[in-house]
């Protein structure tokens, strides 16, 4: 055991409930729930197996706090591979932080801090890096693509491919130090053909690896999308209209919340987030000026960049000025999409669009063409998923560390081109080797797994 | 089994957390998860004993929603008396959702309804009405007195004595009953100072029961206290006084909500709830006179009356007038308590209280007495509770039912004392057995149990 001191939390949602789970592990666990439990049938709790349940009363201070089922799993077959156990109690506020105080105010466990059973459980060797991360994306997901993200990584996602690379690096750069020993005798171990090949092999990969971010990203946190357009444009007729059709989907998730400057919208499994923004033309006033350098910003953050146009008042020349301005702020035309609204009221359209930028005529009032936007917005986060889901990245961590990787690739191909000393790039190869390993844990620091698990919800 | 369908529920509090609780109920409940998870190591799950744990994946049309830990109750030894599953997933609200949907989806289980699960724990026979009732308020409870009641409750509290009483009843009514068989003959099965005495102590039981209720209620729903005083008599700084130092208590239990109009506070175990008012006093202002209305109204619905006078500057006209007016609107004086406050700036304080009205001088700011206060506004509660906790009736329904038993009870006695013939008391006698059976459920009806099971919440 790596740890000599239990841990406790509530591991449910807060609030009361029908009922809740309180969470504790560590050597001590199973031992000072059998001092404060007493089962139906007087059995003793310490003596069960793992992996069953019991009823009974907890008792502190000659005192019922609650009747509770207990469940034992005993260490090593358990989430943190310690003794845990799960008290499942009636969910009233009041017994959920009785029961904590009391068990902390036996001085044999201690609250837990975020994250710490799932710290524990990779500290153990229970899980891999990359699975631990994936449990906290799992618990934060809101839409089925980020949920299904989440799974593919807790069962190993693109992992499993980086750690078979990793070990034949692992193994080439053992032979070239190896080489090393023997300098004096100009002997190799290593064939550089192999080690080229290797690390195109694995180039190719961390590529496709980190141009699967965007996308990967763009799911976990949802799909930003600005939406820029004068205020007669039709902008919040455009919103319930995408809304009304989808609004039992957002409801039906309980806990979903809208933040007040963004509506969230679940299209097709997918989180997308609308950022209204003022509109954006030529003006002298200057709190309009304000509004204008807001919508500029929400524009250059965004995923996509819809720009809603009234296709009744709108004249070629304001058209051409709005596209101007978002070229002038080096906004992408390839994540601009522009929206001629109230189509029905003009069938004649004749505005010129630049051949580089995807456009769509309908109508937010009466429902035309809202389906062919709803397909269209999935169809652009698709385009960046580049095949199957099990090879993408969302976590910016292991983004940074891929990153990483590439540019010492890079060193090291440069250097093996210019005939560096074997030694010399030797340590390259090790530094390769060390940031791919980040990713699943292999290397860790205190700091890093600091930060990793403070992200994490109380009692996982 | 009394159900042939299978219900389905969230039993966690609403929202994300680490985990989450769904559970099942019912005929179905086993063999569809069954259906749906794949254990570790292949095992069966059907075949597995109750009250174990099994980890595995939860998956619906092949594709897994999550790897959850599945816990079996095996008829009848569950909450329900049913087959009974429980699964422990991942706590987001994306995958609550969507396993419960899924199991809907299936047609082969249904959505609970609020208490639903209780409900059936009642019909099976798994637990009395009283018991049932318990568990929601044990949910509810937000204070140490509250929940301890609310324990006493579900461990039988009052309806133990209240259950002999009305067997030995019923024993006397079949007695009277087989009078009525052989009326033409003139016998006497039961003796009428046996029913006498029975019905003696029976009142006696009722009123103490029904004496206990002022207390009861206000322990379950907190203390309302009512502070009335002028704007300058220091009622901010007093609630501030009183918070400061219990704030800690009140925030630790996560999910009290702060309500605007009141300040809750827990003092020794006991929820009070500060209304604040505006003063009472003569006025012609009829904005001032609107306030004074609605002070008058908080203080006649209120558990405790605090006038807060200011020491400083209130003149005994001025208290006396404040004083009438409260009697005036028939709020009894037993229940007022007047503070002076800023009693350090005043020491000489000479203003008369009439004998029957509690008073206290103490000092917000420099917290002068204060403890005092809680110690009185504490004391007021516990004499209300008449001997032990185990019982206090704290459920209206209980005590409209006694209520009405015990009205029947002055019918019968004064029945008996006209001497009626007995075919006619023995009607009255079967309404009192009525009346209590429908405490702990021995009676019961479609509406009464749909109003109380209503009032649950879901997934229990």
Known sequence: ????DTIAAIATAPGAGAIAVIRLSGPDAIDLITDHFKPVGHKKISDQDSHTIHLGDI????????????????????????????????????IQQTLLNQLVATKRCRIAEPGEFTKRAFLNGKMSLTTAEAVADLISSESEAAHQLAINQMRGGFT??????????????????????????????????????????????????????AYGNAIKQGVSVALLGAPNAGKSTLLNALLNEERAIV??????????IEDRLIIDGILFRFIDTAGIRETSDQIEKLGIVRS??????????????DAVSTTQNDLSTTISLLDDHNIDRSRTMILFNKIDLNQDLNLEVPKNIEFLALSAKNKIAIDDLKHQLVQRVLQGKNGANETVVSNSRHYGALHNALQEIFELESGIAQNIPSDLFAISLR??????????????????????????????
Chains 1, 2 share one sequence.
């Open 251 to 260: 409801s039906d998730i309980a806990g979903t919340t809208r933040d007040t």
């Open 296 to 309: 500029i910003e929400s524009a250059q953050k965004a995923d996509i960049v819809i720009l809603l146009i």
């Open 1 to 4: 055991m790596l740890f000599n």
């Open 59 to 94: 008792v502190f201070n000659d005192q019922i706090i609650d009747q509770a089922l207990v469940s034992l799993f005993k260490a090593p077959r358990s989430y943190t591979g310690e003794n845990v156990v799960e008290i499942s109690c009636h969910g009233s506020t009041y």
């Open 160 to 213: 499993e491919a980086l750690k078979d690379l990793r070990s034949q690096l692992i193994h080439m750069a053992s032979m070239i130090e190896l080489e090393l020993d023997f300098s004096g005798e100009d002997v190799i171990f290593a064939s550089r053909d192999e080690l080229k090949s290797l690390l195109e092999k694995l180039k190719q990969t961390i590529k496709e690896l980190l141009d699967s971010f």
């Open 431 to 460: 530094k390769v080797i060390h940031h791919l390993g980040e990713i699943t844990g292999e290397v860790s620091t205190d700091d890093l797994l600091g930060s990793i698990f403070s992200n994490f919800c109380i009692g996982k």
